[in-house]
């Protein structure tokens, strides 16, 4: 090597060591945008085929009404399926939340396609069930493959099952904002890791990108009427939020209860899914619609547009714990977009506020409270509806939040601030341990 390729060396060297000595952010910022867009083109790329072959699944039922009558045979299959195949990965989104928590072995791949296979099982034979917990076990199973090929450690393990679950959860809804939040506050209860802030945001604008080009459908909602922003209405609004906590609390502890009935009194199973799958089969044959099966969105669309009776929240409720309960898989999400939805539209009846907004703020707020993540909610609150409606929308959030108690539909999801000082015992511990 000649002298003055060894100065040239020392030069690139010097200002290279210069470079990123004065922005040290920049390797932190190269290395994850480089794996956020795996995960983006990924995760992005399995929400829109899981969610146009969902839309697939759903026209067909509803134009073949018979299938419905399957649903015990398509739960004792799943069940099969699980009970011999899939049994380290039945535990779903517990299961990354875990792994984000106390990271352990990788979760398998086969996860992604027992969940889908699942999901699409249950709303092809009409059980009531959502889309949220396929898109983020799919996102997570296909997103952790990353950490043996790339050699990660424990703590960018963690920021990559934070991402995934950003990227699946935006991805599916079309809202990479509340998705990247979502990934950042669902795992552990009142505290934000910030140093996943980055990845997140990236993974789910991204996955959210690719999910827009492969041109899968999202469903779009107007509230045509918001109020000036009074006491009043404000004072309203707290009176719905109280109203959604504790629907979200009830959803919650019903779908654990019922679950551990099916459980202690079928020791089998796969024969529970079935069991499930009759009492769900005979009630919609009985009732003589499919209104509360399935995602639900016509329903979800048309509590926006007018008042909708008390009782439609209740059906939805009981259909879905009873689907999920006896271990039919999908998401309990959607659902509860139903049921805040058609609760708040159905409050309108009692609450002077528009139908239109009261169903937005149901939609997001029954999430919230059930999930403990009031900031996702209301940046998909805003996302979805727009940004006149936002400090309504943040207040049913904030006190949903705060009126569903100590509960959560995921059992693992840990307490890392208490929501006031009297439970501060409870830090540290998951809700499974409550």
């Not at 799943?78 to 011999?84: A, I, Q």
């Not at 079309?174 to 979502?182: D, E, I, K, N, Q």
């Not at 898989?329 to 239109?356: C, D, H, M, N, R």
């Not at 000082?421 to 409550?434: A, T």
Request: proline share 4%; hydrophobic share 50%; net charge positive.
């Amino acid at each position: 090597m000649s002298q003055h390729q060894r100065n040239l060396n020392r030069t690139i060297k010097f200002h290279t060591g210069f470079f990123f000595r004065k922005y040290p952010a920049f390797p932190y910022i190269l290395k994850w945008l480089f794996i956020s867009s795996i995960i983006g083109i990924l995760v992005g790329s399995a929400s829109a085929g899981f969610l146009t072959s969902l839309q697939w699944a759903t026209d067909f039922r509803e134009n073949h009404l018979w299938l419905i009558a399957l649903l015990p045979v398509g739960g004792f299959l799943t069940g099969l399926l699980y009970h011999y195949f899939g049994k380290d990965v039945e535990a779903g989104n517990n299961l990354l939340l875990e792994n984000i928590q106390e990271p352990k072995e990788i979760i398998p791949l086969k996860m992604a396609p027992f969940v889908y296979l699942g999901t699409m099982v249950t709303h092809f034979f009409g059980g009531s069930a959502g889309r949220e917990g396929t898109a983020l076990q799919m996102a997570g199973a296909i997103s952790d493959q990353l950490t043996k090929i790339l050699k990660l450690d424990k703590n960018d393990r963690k920021i990559l099952l934070i991402s995934a679950i950003a990227a699946g959860f935006g991805s599916v809804f079309g809202t990479p904002l509340a998705g990247a939040v979502f990934g950042l506050e669902v795992f552990l209860m009142g505290r934000i890791r910030y140093n996943a802030i980055f990845p997140a945001f990236t993974s789910a604008v991204l996955a959210d990108l690719v999910t827009n080009l492969w041109k899968a459908k999202h469903t779009h909602y107007h509230i045509e009427l918001i109020p000036k922003l009074e006491f009043l209405p404000i004072l309203y609004s707290v009176l719905a939020g109280i109203l959604f906590g504790i629907c979200a609390a009830a959803f919650s502890r019903m779908i654990h209860f019922t679950g551990s009935v099916f459980k202690s009194n079928i020791k089998y199973p796969p024969f529970r899914p079935v069991v499930g799958g009759i009492l769900v089969a005979v009630a919609v044959f009985a009732m003589g619609t499919t209104r509360y099966i399935g995602l639900g969105i016509p329903t979800i669309v048309e509590s926006f547009e007018k008042q909708l009776p008390l009782y439609d929240f209740a059906f939805k409720m009981i259909f879905t714990v009873v689907t999920l309960s006896a271990g039919f898989k999908g998401g309990e999400v959607t659902p509860l977009f139903f049921i805040g939805a058609t609760l708040g539209s159905a409050l309108s009846l009692f609450i002077p506020l528009p139908f239109g907004l009261l169903a937005g703020m149901g939609f997001v707020a029954v999430f919230a409270g059930a999930t403990n993540t009031p900031l996702a909610c209301m940046l998909m609150g805003i996302e979805l509806f727009g940004a006149e409606c936002g400090i309504y929308v943040a207040i049913a959030c904030i006190v949903s939040y705060l009126f569903s108690g100590n509960n959560s539909i995921y059992t693992k999801q840990k307490i890392g601030e208490a929501k006031n000082s009297r439970f501060e015992h409870l830090e540290d511990k998951n809700f499974s341990d409550l």
